[in-house]
């Protein structure tokens, strides 16, 4: 969880300032940085502090392999900037197989820090060759590994109506990955937690 520490302003003859503490949401962070910038504007010294406890995740008890992903990303959008970060959101293609086979489709949106950490929360679309329709949500952190790659993970949920498939709607997943934006490329491995 990232949190931000941003200044309360009291005009008057004195300027002094004094911090709240809120969770940082790219929305939020989008709005603070128009607040601070117009602070700037009117010449006051803007005080903030991002604090990234990303690196702290917890560890997780990965059970059974439920399946690998291998895609490619198709788009790219940069929603927003900041001097924090900026805000992307991306399209993929790729083929999930292990205790099932299917086509995946995903739009996943990540808030890149400037200190090379990363938030991610994705939607996606699994259809088998049966038919089978599987809806994955996962959200978590990534970190660069170099200047072009970063890794993630994260945790996932399925949902279904597939009777073959319904063990996934009780089945809470984690998910380890990397991708490569040069390339577009990605590969991740989901795990049932335990």
């Known amino acids: 969880m990232f949190t931000i520490l941003y200044p309360i302003f009291v005009i008057g003859k004195t300027r002094s300032a004094r911090f709240c503490r809120v969770r940082r949401d790219p929305i939020f962070v989008s709005y603070i940085t128009r607040v601070l910038h117009q602070i ?94 599987v809806v994955v949500t996962s959200r978590g952190n990534g970190k660069a590994t170099s200047p072009t790659t970063r890794a993630w993970e994260g945790e996932v949920v399925f949902m279904t109506q597939s009777q073959k498939l319904a063990w996934l709607n009780t089945t809470k997943g984690w998910i380890e990955g990397t991708s490569n934006y040069t390339t577009g490329e990605y590969q991740a491995k989901i795990y049932a937690q335990k």
């Open 40 to 133: 700037d504007l009117y010449g006051y010294n803007r005080y903030y502090k991002i604090m990234s406890n990303a690196q702290q995740t917890e560890n997780k008890s990965k059970g059974e392999l439920i399946g690998e992903l291998r895609g490619k990303s198709i788009t790219t959008t940069i929603k927003e900037t900041s001097p924090f970060g900026v805000m992307i959101s991306s399209n993929h293609i790729a083929q999930f197989t292990g205790k099932y086979n299917a086509s995946h489709m995903e739009t996943d949106n990540a808030f890149l820090s400037t200190d090379g950490t990363n938030r991610y929360d994705s939607k996606a679309v699994q259809n088998t060759m049966k038919g089978d329709l």
